[in-house]
């Protein structure tokens, strides 16, 4: 705590410092979303014909995987480093393509879609949206 005087009476008196804690609301925000993707994945779970279409977005990027829990093998993956847009949301729309796409290839044409403890608006909406266009059933 900073120290200063006083101009008035020539006093020492503390100085007020805001401290502001980021780490621990971001903690907070994470451990959030890990416990309603835990609820989630009570739920949700994919096989060989129906597997788990996961999604995960970060600031910058959003991915999404196919997903064969009985085995604990990842089928197929598409990440926004792959396709070409200029925002996010495009990009989610490309990349929900991009799945369904790999997913049709390989003949699968239903999953389960696992949000990932995201809220179903906005990027997340776009990807599932991009992904039924490309003719995923969920």
Avoid: C
């Avoid at 900073?2 to 907070?28: D, F, G, Y």
């Avoid at 609820?39 to 096989?47: E, L, M, N």
């Avoid at 949301?89 to 799945?99: D, P």
Wanted: no cysteine; charged share 35%.
């Amino acid at each position: 705590m900073k120290v200063r005087w006083s101009r008035e009476n020539k006093v020492r008196r503390p100085h007020k410092i805001v401290k502001r804690n980021t780490m621990k609301t971001l903690n907070a925000k994470l451990e959030k979303r890990t416990r309603r993707h835990t609820k989630i994945r009570a739920k949700v779970s994919g096989t060989k014909e129906k597997p788990r279409l996961s999604v995960h977005k970060s600031n910058k990027h959003i991915s999404a995987q196919l997903i064969d829990d009985e085995n604990s093998k990842t089928i197929a993956s598409v990440h926004s480093r792959e396709v070409k847009a200029k925002s996010m949301t495009e990009k989610a729309v490309l990349v929900g393509e991009a799945i369904a796409k790999k997913a049709i290839d390989k003949k699968i044409k239903e999953v389960v879609f696992d949000r990932g403890g995201f809220i179903y608006t906005g990027n997340i909406k776009a990807l599932a949206d991009g992904a039924r266009k490309g003719g995923l059933k969920f």
